[in-house]
């Protein structure tokens, strides 16, 4: 069971981005998580002009596109899930620039504090 939802998640990362912009100065991309489990859906996070924004839904085309439960997007998220782990066991399918994929791995590092690790704790 999921104990934090997938906008509680995306808000605070949101959040944190805006308040320390430095990760993500000049990085411009847009990542689609098409997500299954009881938030499915596709949520559109896109980096630009220093901050993150999300949305419920596409307007835009993706770079790079995820596909996971949204338990593993939380874990993901939250630093919890090794993405490598998960590709090969097919928790995680990425479709697009993988070189995408890998650098949304560095940058939800650079984001990770205890809080939002809290929700697997």
């Given amino acids: 069971m999921i104990n934090v939802s997938v906008e509680a998640i995306l808000v605070e990362l949101a959040q ?3 308040a320390n912009p430095k990760p ?6 847009v990542y689609h998580f098409v997500l299954g489990g009881e938030e499915n859906g596709t949520y559109e996070i896109k ?9 419920l839904g596409i307007t835009e085309q993706a770079g790079c596109t995820l596909e ?6 939380i874990k993901l ?7 490598a782990a998960a590709l090969v066991t ?6 697009g620039d993988m070189g995408l994929s890998l650098k ?3 940058l939800l ?13």
């Fill in 104 to 106: 949304l791995q560095t």
């Fill in 77 to 83: 998220v939250q630093g919890t899930l090794n993405p």
């Fill in 90 to 95: 097919g928790k995680l399918k990425i479709k």
């Fill in 24 to 29: 993500i100065r000049g990085f411009f991309a």
């Fill in 68 to 73: 996971l439960s949204d338990e593993n997007f």
């Fill in 16 to 18: 944190k981005i805006k």
């Fill in 47 to 55: 980096f630009g002009n220093d901050e993150a924004t999300y949305r």
């Fill in 109 to 121: 590092y650079s984001y990770q504090t205890s809080s939002l690790r809290a929700g697997n704790e």
